[in-house]
């Protein structure tokens, strides 16, 4: 079964400085981070905060391909989490087939932003991942949740690289 989340915001892990993606479900209750590279978060930033490029940056330019090609995107699932690395599946929709498509979450994810389609974590994902192992040492992983749901807006303000 899969639950639909959001993009909370993006910040950066403070004990292994790598940006974070902060995905939380509609009724507020569930939180899922994302650990992502720097270019997978700044094209993620980019379209969080609207920022205009001179060139069309990878993830705009999927979307111009898209749409020109007539296709759309259904919805993008973060379906498997696997040797704490995460897998996604991108959804497309051509002339009413539906094409999956294996991505990264972050690639999947900027183009959700960019397309404005649902994004939906499989159930098994949340579970496993609140039992997985951390991906710091120094920070557990209850540790970690109890301050990533501790976080407000002003922590989760603008994301700064």
Not at 42 to 65: C, F, G, Q, W, Y
Not at 81 to 107: C, H, M, N, Q
Not at 137 to 145: A, G, I, P, Y
Request: negative net charge.
């Amino acid at each position: 079964m899969e639950v639909e989340m959001k993009i909370r915001g993006l910040m950066m892990d403070p004990v292994t400085q790598t940006p974070i993606v902060i995905l939380k479900d509609l009724s507020g209750n569930t939180i899922l981070p994302i650990w992502v590279g720097m270019y997978e978060a700044n094209a993620i930033a980019l379209e969080i905060e609207k920022v205009s490029t001179p060139r069309p940056m990878t993830h705009d330019l999927i979307k111009i391909l898209l749409m020109g090609l007539e296709t759309g995107i259904r919805k993008v699932v973060v379906s498997e989490l696997r040797d704490d690395t995460f897998y996604a599946v991108i959804w497309l929709e051509k002339d009413g087939e539906l094409i999956s498509v294996d991505s990264r979450p972050s690639d999947a994810l900027a183009l959700a932003l960019r397309l404005d389609c649902p994004i939906y974590v499989e159930e098994q994902v949340l579970k496993t991942s609140k039992s997985s192992s951390t991906v710091s040492d120094k920070v557990t992983n209850e540790e970690l949740r109890r301050w990533l749901e501790s976080l407000n807006d002003e922590d989760l303000g603008r994301y700064k690289m």
